[in-house]
């Protein structure tokens, strides 16, 4: 199948679960944000997922596996030798078509409704020239919730031939956004929760955002009664307030760890928005050098 939609409903995979083509991935990790101050603990989903995970479906061990191992922040993109290496493994390639879904962004704060790991391994696949991956809509949770059939049986596919060309249009580093915050033609987007924005909590050492960032929280952007995406009209909307769909500029998304910037990210594409970039090193980078800049309001 080619030109699989960027977001699939629950009922889209149910149909297709049987599909030799399709290449299930559970990108589930885990979070826990701090009361107060300071950094989030984050760790595997590979227990989850041995526990029960939707039929077909492989583990795709983001923190572990298709992270860089010596970086010296956490979830940098790794070379593509290892992520051609690791992601071939799970089945992906030639022929296929990817779909995945997480258990959800935050651990302490389920009114936090994202499917951002889901995201970071979709540009991640898209990065190194992938298309052809979706994001299940929901997640595992609305798949759950639903009755669907769950199972501990681990998934098998043969190895993939994954044979594409990186795109290096999708990845920024510090440099390109240290020159975008004085150009007029580039749109800035913090994907953090407002408090992060504003500077009330410091979690990564130096409180605050990139200066003339724009602020689009990314756990607020789906309905907490169906877990799903809002309509694309209240989409646009808030998006739109911050300036991201002119279609003439461009805009970079950055997190923490660019894992929501990746799903503010995907949102843009998803509304039409085709010039986005992420900041792969997003503020667990940016923070740690004290000659880039930090502003609070």
């Not at 760790?43 to 992270?67: M, Q, R, T």
């Not at 995945?100 to 889901?118: E, F, K, L, M, T």
């Amino acid at each position: 199948m080619s030109n699989v939609p960027l977001f699939v409903s629950t009922d889209w995979l149910a149909e297709r679960l049987e599909d030799p083509e399709l290449r299930l991935l559970d990108a589930t990790t885990f979070l826990k944000q701090p009361e107060g101050d300071g950094y989030y603990d984050v760790w595997s989903g590979k227990e989850a997922y041995e526990e029960a995970h939707i039929p077909g479906a492989v583990f795709a061990d983001l923190k572990n596996e298709l992270s860089d191992p010596d970086a010296p922040h956490p979830f940098t993109h790794p070379s593509r030798e290892r992520f051609v290496e690791k992601i071939s493994e799970l089945g992906v390639g030639e022929g296929t078509y990817v779909v995945v879904y997480d258990r959800g962004a935050v651990v302490n704060a389920p009114d936090v409704i994202a499917s951002d790991w889901a995201s970071r391994l979709a540009w991640q696949l898209k990065y190194e020239g992938f298309e052809n991956v979706a994001v299940l809509d929901g997640g595992f949770g609305k798949w759950k919730d639903e009755g669907r059939p769950v199972t501990q049986e681990p998934g098998s596919y043969p190895e993939g031939d994954f044979n594409t060309e990186r795109n290096p249009d999708l990845f920024a580093d510090k440099d390109d956004v240290l020159k975008a915050i004085k150009d007029d033609n580039v749109v800035i987007l913090d994907s953090l929760a407002p408090q992060n924005y504003r500077g009330e909590v410091d979690t990564y050492g130096r409180p605050g955002h990139i200066p003339g960032s724009e602020n689009v929280f990314f756990g607020a952007l789906s309905d907490p009664d169906t877990q799903e995406l809002y309509d694309d009209e209240k989409l646009k909307e808030i998006f739109g307030e911050a300036g991201a769909l002119d279609p003439d500029k461009k805009v970079i998304t950055y997190c923490g760890s660019a894992i929501a910037a990746t799903w503010t990210g995907l949102l843009l594409n998803k509304l039409g928005q085709d010039n986005v970039t992420v900041y792969d090193g997003s503020l667990t980078e940016w923070t740690q050098d004290d000659s880039l800049p930090m502003e609070t309001e």
